[in-house]
């Protein structure tokens, strides 16, 4: 294949009910700095119906094209539509790299399209770069988080991947930067559109598998009673985390085995693991220790936990986890 | 009805080690497993045997020792299992895989077929996906729950992060199915005896009908290019200061790591 045929960094913005989700802000973000790189543009790709001042807000954070299609068949996501939509603008604009983000709707697209074009697509990366030779770079973990694989595709275009939410930097949004909004219009064959949408529900979900969370607020012994797990959920909730729990606190039933951390439980991997109260029996140890950044308070300062902290505090959970909820909520409010 | 349900086998990844001297991953002695969220879509396909009466035949991809989990889901209640086994389709990506699935598959009767939403391997989730495109079938992913009219008409709950959707389609279609919607039934005694008795079906390229040119490693568009530890870590940063000052440091941390 003619390499030299394709050109610039294409993301698909991902809107729920008209709001961008985060996820396309960052890889917006990621693909100006590729772009940069490569001397190439930004393509956002935004689809939806009734759309209003979205295309402004892609501008803002980094694109220089805004490819928009408008139309009923697109008003929420179902697979069809979207995958048919985004395969003729790949047809037709010639993208080098498309960016996906890995959500339930990212990884419900990313693969249907990859195989509708004929294309790579690598899930879940956790860092992109542009290598001397003007290819794509996504490295990702592999066995579950145990070890990184970075992953080419050379001969195929575009290079695709998807990238989990909260993984890159969100920059800033540049209300003054210029870019062009582009209206293409897509002829859509109805007669694959063959699922129905009948009902979509909100529900709150505290329910998240804790191997999945990105942030586990975890409570030990040192937290004591349900109280002081209350006060952990009220600070889980001010950073969008989930509650887990060492052994301790699940044999006294405060929280159930499926919240459990550890040998006997699950092995977690978030972003961020905050081990409160938790004094690290090599059994906890076994389930956490693979956290990308973790984080320990506890009284004692020759708890073991401290061997495997990143940052460690020696003090009272139950005096710092208030101060910690008061100052989180205020740092979110800032921002 | 028939259905084809898509496993795998794949290492207990919660068992892997890594060598702290080498860094290298230990695999000796972790035990192979079925993949969690296929062993889910294999429950949905045999509570579909239950109530409707439909077939079911398993197919994986993988080595020989890959006849493991067949004998599993014989033992769970299949009628029917199917090796992929050949050396054109090793080295295969994601797209690759699926291409030589979905060859396997055109050879086969279906009116539903079931896969994983992903492996604990990999955690990709693509090849479901990617399946349901090669053979021009719907596709509905995350399935929690699935419902049958006993016509033809399937009303499926998918998991969102928000909630959760309720869909309809018509087979035939695709299934992505979640472990954690459905509680796989045990294997009986009587069919892990059985199961060693039941005839496994080994197929190999000239079994099945797909381009040569797009399986195994030359049909794979991504290639890894090198693998590689996480570094150790370096000594964590200890503070024994008051609750205030303790809080602070904590939030700053969490912004220069972008968390907040």
Redesign the interface.
């Known amino acids: 294949m003619d390499k030299s045929q394709y050109k610039n960094v294409f993301v698909f913005i991902e809107q ?1 009910e008209g709001v961008i989700q985060n996820v396309a802000l960052e890889l917006l973000g990621k693909a100006r700095e590729l772009a940069d790189t490569l001397n190439e543009k930004v393509f956002a790709m935004l689809l939806g119906h009734n759309l209003t001042d979205q295309a402004q807000e892609c501008v803002a954070y980094g694109a220089d094209t805004v490819l928009r299609v408008d139309a009923p068949e697109l008003e929420s996501y179902t ?2 539509p979207y995958a048919q939509a985004i395969h003729q603008i790949v047809k037709t604009y010639n993208p080098s790299i498309v960016l996906i983000g890995a ?3 990212g ?2 697209l ?3 399209l ?3 074009i ?7 990366c956790t860092g992109l770069e542009i290598s001397d030779e003007r290819e794509l ?2 490295t990702r ?4 988080g ?11 275009r575009p290079q695709m991947s998807t990238v989990r939410p ?1 993984v890159m ?2 920059g800033k949004p540049d209300a003054n930067r210029q870019g062009t909004i582009e209206d293409v219009r897509v002829d859509f064959d109805k007669s ?1 559109f ?10 709150k ?1 505290d329910m998240i ?1 804790i191997t999945e969370a990105h ?1 586990l607020v975890s409570g030990g012994r040192g937290v004591g009673n349900p109280e002081g797990f209350d006060m952990l959920r009220a600070m889980a909730k001010t ?1 969008g985390a989930e509650v887990s729990a060492s052994r301790a606190m699940v044999d006294a039933g405060v929280l159930a085995h499926d919240r459990q951390v550890g040998q006997t439980g ?2 977690v991997r978030p ?2 693991y905050f081990a409160m109260g938790i004094s690290g029996a090599i059994q906890h140890l076994a389930g956490m220790e693979e956290s990308e ?3 320990a ?1 506890n009284k004692d ?1 020759y708890a073991p936990i ?1 061997n ?9 959970v139950r ?2 986890v208030p ?2 909820t ?3 909520a205020a ?2 409010q800032k ?1 | 009805m028939k259905i084809v349900v898509c496993i795998k086998q794949v290492p207990d990844t919660t068992e892997i080690k890594l060598d702290p001297v080498t860094g290298t991953l230990i695999r000796d002695g972790v035990p192979s497993i079925m993949n969690p969220d296929d062993k889910g879509g294999l429950e949905f396909a045999l509570r579909l045997k239950d109530q409707y009466g439909a077939h079911v035949t398993v197919i994986t991809m993988g080595p020989p020792q890959a006849e493991a989990i067949l004998r599993e889901a014989f033992a769970m209640g299949v009628d029917r299992a199917i090796l992929l086994s050949d050396r054109k389709f090793a080295g295969a990506d994601t797209l690759a895989t699926s291409n030589t699935i979905a060859g396997a598959l055109r050879a086969l009767e279906y009116d539903v077929i079931i896969t994983g939403r992903q492996a604990i391997d990999g955690d990709t989730a693509q090849v479901g996906p990617q399946i349901a495109e090669h053979l021009d079938l719907p596709q509905v992913t995350y399935v929690e729950d699935l419902k049958y009219d006993g016509q033809k008409t399937f009303t499926v709950k998918r998991t969102t992060e928000e909630g959760y959707q309720i869909v309809e389609v018509d087979a035939p279609c695709v299934f992505t199915a979640l472990a954690s919607g459905v509680k796989p039934r045990y294997m009986s005694v009587r069919g892990i005896v059985e199961a060693y008795d039941k005839d496994i079906e080994v197929w190999g390229f000239n079994n099945i009908t797909v381009d040569e040119k797009k399986i195994g490693l030359s049909g794979s568009p991504t290639r890894v290019f090198k693998s590689f530890t996480k570094g150790a870590k370096a000594a964590g940063q200890i503070y024994e200061v008051d609750p205030a000052e303790a809080a602070d440091i904590i939030v700053n941390k969490l912004k220069e790591k972008f968390i907040i």
């Not at chain 1, 063959?194 to 529900?203: L, Q």
């Open positions: 729920r697979t069809e959500t339930t709707i990884r419900d990313g693969p249907r990859s195989a509708r004929e294309t790579g697509l690598t899930a879940d770079m996504m973990p592999a066995f579950g145990n070890l990184m694989a970075t992953i080419l595709c050379k001969e195929h909260g930097r969100m694959k063959r699922v129905r949408v009948v009902e979509t529900v909100k529900e979900k598998d942030i950073i699950k092995t972003d961020v950044y973790i984080i308070v300062k401290f495997v902290a990143d940052l460690g505090i020696v003090g009272d005096k710092v101060i910690l008061e100052k989180l740092a979110r921002k």
